[in-house]
């Protein structure tokens, strides 16, 4: 789908969980939809992949019918399995800062601080939803890596430069991203402690 296909429309009855409004703030089951920035998502699943960082996108309580979710950066990846890191010998050869994350994700929990209603103090035991950036892809892409471009390089007609190197990855790196933002998802189901409750999501520029 493309991005902001499904605006800002509820998921009617026939097609997701019905949403209860009846429920505590504290239970996600009160989300009908979640909106999240593309750049977001996008940025967040290349994180996991460059840096090997665990960038999730966080819904913070009290619930209610529509719901931000915003970059939270959840630390280091445990699993040692993890792929490589794609930056090694051309440094940072995308012209995307992935280290400004941080920096994101305290100003949107400063943000999220000034929003929260005066009730959140009854419902301060409720948990934060941490949500994957692959969840919110049909399919998330193998991304590019530095020596797969090499080696593409190489076998090509062109000759081989460092600077070819840097130029065809970040060109790499542009598709890539440009594919993840053309397999962004309409929904996502959260597991909650009663039952799977599938929301909407409405993508943001």
């Known amino acids: 789908m493309n991005a902001g296909d499904n605006g800002d429309e509820d998921p009617t009855p026939e097609e997701y969980n019905r949403a209860d409004a009846t429920a505590t703030p504290g239970s996600p089951i009160r989300i009908r939809s979640l909106a999240v920035t ?27 019918g529509r719901m931000r979710a915003r970059l939270h950066d959840a630390g280091v990846v445990e699993d040692a399995d993890a792929g490589p890191s794609a930056a090694h010998d051309l440094g940072s050869t995308a012209n995307h800062d992935l280290g400004s994350i941080g920096d994101r994700d305290a100003e949107q929990a400063a943000g999220n601080d000034a929003e929260r209603t005066a009730d959140h103090s009854e419902h301060a035991d409720a948990t934060p939803i941490s949500l994957p950036p692959e969840r919110f892809v049909d399919g998330p892409p193998a991304y590019p890596t530095v020596d797969e471009t090499e080696d593409e390089l190489r076998v090509s007609e062109t000759t081989y430069t460092r600077d070819e190197h840097r130029r065809r990855h970040q060109e790499a790196v542009e598709a890539w991203r440009e594919t993840v933002r053309d397999q962004l998802v309409d929904s996502i189901t959260i597991a909650t402690e009663t039952r799977s409750h599938t929301v909407a999501v409405s993508y943001l520029s």
Do not use: Y
């Open 38 to 64: 593309t750049t977001d998502v996008v940025d967040a699943l290349e994180a996991r992949v460059r840096r090997q960082r665990r960038i999730v996108l966080r819904v913070t309580p009290p619930f209610s």
